[in-house]
C-alpha cells in the first residue's frame, strides 16, 4: 500500500522498532530501513528527533514521528483503510492504550532491571515482580482476545505489538539469567499466544532470533561498561 | 452533553485528577466527583484500578477507564461531537502525543525532583533541567499553536491539558524553592499562555489555588515523612 515515501530509523535488536516495523507490515506499507550503528547516531536521527535523539523514527514525506505507541496509531490512522490496530470502540481503545503504558512504564522496565539487579535478592525479587506482570498479561489477554488468537481478537492489535515486541529479550532474559518467566503451567494463554505472535506473517521476518539477540547483549552489556 | 452515567474519582490537588475534569468540561459533560481521602483508598477505586491503585479512574456508565492521558483520549473519542481535543490531521495527533507523553515521562518528573534534591548541587542541576524543559515546550508551543492562543489552536487540546496540569505544581515550586521556572524574558509565550489556559471557563473551577496548594504539600511532606 503506497501513500508517500516512507522510512524507519531504527536498529534490528530495538523492541521499540519492531513495533513500527511490525505495524507497518500490517498495513502492507513498503519502508526503507535505515540502521542506526551502535554507539553512534546519525544526523538524521539527530535532525529527526532533538528531543530524545533515539530510535525509533518513522519519516513519513519527510515528516519525522517519534515514540514508538505514537508511531503505531500514527501508521493505524494513516493507512486506516487496512486492517485496523487499535479496536474501534472507545472503551476498548483505551484498554488497548492503558496495557500499552503497564507494559512499557511497569513491566519492561522490571523485566531490564533483572540483569543488572544488585545482590541475588534484588535479582529474585525482580524476577518474581516480573512474573506476577506476566501474569496480569495473562488475564489481560483472556479479557481482551475473549476466546480469539490476539489481543486485539482476530487479528494483531496495539497489545499485541506492545507486548510481543519484548518477546526476544524475554528469551534472552531467561537464557542469560537461567529463570522460567513465561511459563506454561502459569500463563498457558499467553506461551500459546506468545507462539502465534512470533509466527504471524508481519512479525516473523523481524523477530529477532533469540541466539544473535543473546551475543547482541553481551556486545551491548561491554560496550556499556565503563572503561578499565 | 449527556451520555450515560459518568463519575471522576479524584483528588482536587492532583494534576492528573484535572486532566479528566477539564476534558470533561470542553465537552460540557456534567459527572459525579468522588473525592478520594489522602491516606487511604475507597473500595471503589481498588475495586476500579486494581492494576495502579491511582487515580485518576473515569467510570462511564459503571465501565472503568485509567490513566490520565488515556481518559482524555477516551472522553475525546465517546463525545466526539462536542469540540474535538485531539487534532484532526495524524502527524498533528502525533505531535500531541509526543509532547503529552514528554512532560509526563521527562518533564515533570524532573520539577518533582527539584524539592526532593539531596544537596545545592542536585537541586541546581534539576532546576536548570526543568528550565530547559520549558524552554522545549516554548518552542513546541509556538509550532503547534501557530500563533493562536493554544498548544490545541483556537481551543484547548492535548497538549494544552497535559502541560496546564502541571502550572499549580509548578506554581508552588517556585514558591517553596524561591526559584523563578516559567519566566517573562526567557519564555514570553507560555506566560501567555498559562495566563489564557487558567482562566479558560474549562479550567477555572478546577485549577487550585496556589496558597491553597502550597498548605497541601506541606501536608503531603508531612505525611510521606518516616515517623520518628
Known amino acids: 500500500?503506497?501513500?508517500?515515501?516512507?522510512?524507519?530509523?531504527?536498529?534490528?535488536?530495538?523492541?521499540?522498532?519492531?513495533r513500527a516495523r511490525i505495524a507497518l507490515n500490517i498495513k502492507s506499507v513498503e519502508y526503507e530501513f535505515l540502521e542506526e550503528k551502535l554507539g553512534s547516531k546519525s544526523e538524521l536521527l539527530l535532525k529527526s528527533n532533538p528531543i530524545h535523539k533515539k530510535i525509533p523514527v518513522?519519516?513519513?514525506?519527510?515528516?519525522?514521528v517519534c515514540e514508538s505507541l505514537v508511531i503505531v496509531q500514527y501508521i493505524d490512522e494513516v493507512w486506516s483503510s487496512a486492517p485496523s490496530i487499535l479496536p474501534a470502540d472507545p472503551h476498548d481503545r483505551a484498554t488497548a492504550r492503558f496495557w500499552a503504558a503497564y507494559v512499557d512504564e511497569k513491566w519492561f522496565p522490571t523485566m531490564r532491571s533483572i540483569a543488572t539487579a544488585e545482590g541475588e535478592e534484588a535479582r529474585k525479587a525482580a524476577i518474581q515482580q516480573v512474573i506476577e506482570g506476566i501474569v496480569l498479561l495473562e488475564d489481560a489477554y483472556s479479557k481482551c482476545s475473549q476466546g480469539k488468537p490476539f489481543f486485539g481478537g482476530n487479528q494483531i492489535g496495539l497489545v499485541d505489538i506492545a507486548v510481543g515486541c519484548f518477546l526476544g529479550w524475554l528469551r534472552v532474559t531467561e537464557k542469560t539469567s537461567q529463570v522460567k518467566l513465561l511459563d506454561e503451567a502459569k500463563t498457558p494463554g499467553l506461551v500459546k499466544w506468545a507462539e502465534r505472535f512470533c509466527a504471524h506473517v508481519a512479525v516473523k521476518d523481524v523477530m529477532p532470533d533469540t541466539d544473535k539477540l543473546a551475543e547482541f547483549a553481551k556486545l551491548l552489556a561491554k560496550f556499556k561498561a565503563p572503561p578499565k
Open 1 to 18: 500500500m503506497a501513500k508517500g515515501n516512507v522510512k524507519v530509523l531504527g536498529a534490528w535488536p530495538s523492541p521499540f522498532v519492531m
Open 58 to 64: 518513522l519519516i513519513h514525506n519527510d515528516k519525522p
